[in-house]
């Protein structure tokens, strides 16, 4: 049925490339109301989901009576494919949500593609996949006004900061409304420093206002900018973060020593071995034939007695 679909659809109904023209639907201008005259015409090869690969005639127009010095396009071409470009804006999506959201590979959507009579190479995948990300980018910051009042209507918003690939590399600095889960934006900074941040948090500021609370990590540069961009404004510290960095305080001396003898009894590779026959053994356990979980299961309690005995030969008691 799927086959019999795609065979019948329209990119398949063209044996040869057709020739489709477009002009745009004004004809008069808006300036001395006198019809507008024909430019010049144009024509290339666009490569869309919807009709396929085809020759786009465009007629481009322009007044010749007036000092208008506008050039009128075909609109309808223009809602098809980005000026410029021969791939539609369908194209550039499908390839988007195939790098980004399905995780595949530009060799297969290169192939799914080919199945949809639109052909493309690898690196125009690549290429695709980049101007995605961009025209999402504009689409998200035309989208503020909208994001601001529906997350008004809820009563405001709770910003949410985060910095990914902590190190010595750039972050991406990351920041979103917990109430209504939308990401209010990105940027990419060379380190958590409160002079970077800063800028970034006042275009959050001019897009949709003040927040209700802010919630972060501890890091110094995020505080410090908090502080001089929301003053007064509720400051809170993920809990996440800080059971992780009170946990790393209080336990570090033991998972120093812990790692040390590991290290020195070359253990990590039998731990990982027991780990694996452990989660084999409690995944038979979980099956609901087998009764669902049972920690009086003979396996499950074999397997915890011989890494408890594993344990202590290298531990002790």
């Known amino acids: 049925m799927e086959k019999m679909a795609r065979e ?33 015409t144009q024509t290339k090869t666009v490569h869309t989901l919807a009709l396929g690969c085809f020759s786009a005639q465009e007629t481009l127009l322009q007044c010749d009576r007036c000092d208008n010095q506008t ?28 790098l980004f959201l399905r995780h595949r590979c530009a060799r297969e959507i ?23 990300v961009i025209y999402l980018a504009l689409a998200h910051r035309q989208s503020a006004p909208r994001l ?19 190190g010595g590399g750039p972050i991406l600095m990351s920041s979103l409304d917990s109430i209504s889960e939308i990401v209010l934006g990105n940027v990419k900074v060379p380190g958590e420093k409160t002079q970077l941040i800063i800028p970034f948090l006042e275009e959050i500021k001019r897009r949709y206002g003040i927040p209700l609370a ?12 908090v502080k001089k961009v929301f003053p007064g404004i509720p400051d809170f510290i993920c809990h996440f973060h800080f059971l992780r960095d009170l946990g790393k305080d209080l ?14 009894h070359a253990l ?14 409690v995944g038979a356990t979980t099956d609901p034939a087998n009764g669902g979980t049972d920690k009086r299961n003979p396996c499950f309690t074999l397997y915890k007695a011989e890494a408890k005995k594993e344990i202590h030969v290298y531990y002790g008691s």
Do not use: W
Request: proline share 4%; charged share 30%.
């Open 214 to 225: 802010v919630v972060h990590d501890m890091g110094a540069g995020i505080l410090a900018a």
């Open 148 to 166: 601001k009042k529906v997350m008004r209507a809820k009563g405001g918003y709770m910003l949410h900061l985060d910095g990914t690939c902590e």
């Open 71 to 98: 050039i009128y396009a075909a609109e309808e071409l223009n809602r098809l494919v980005p000026s410029g470009s021969t791939f539609g804006f369908d194209v550039v999506t499908f390839v988007g949500k195939a």
């Open 268 to 281: 990590t590779e039998k731990l990982l071995y027991l780990a694996r026959k452990l989660k084999t053994a």
């Open 110 to 132: 290169v192939e799914e593609l080919r199945a949809r009579h639109v052909r493309l190479s690898a690196s125009e995948v690549g290429y695709l996949g980049k101007k995605f």
């Open 251 to 264: 336990l570090e001396p033991d998972y120093d020593a812990i790692r040390k003898r590991l290290r020195q």
């Open 8 to 40: 019948s659809s329209v990119p398949y109904l063209f044996r040869e490339q057709p020739i489709l023209p477009f002009r745009s639907a004004r004809t008069d201008c808006p300036d001395c109301q006198a019809a507008l005259k024909v430019k010049k």
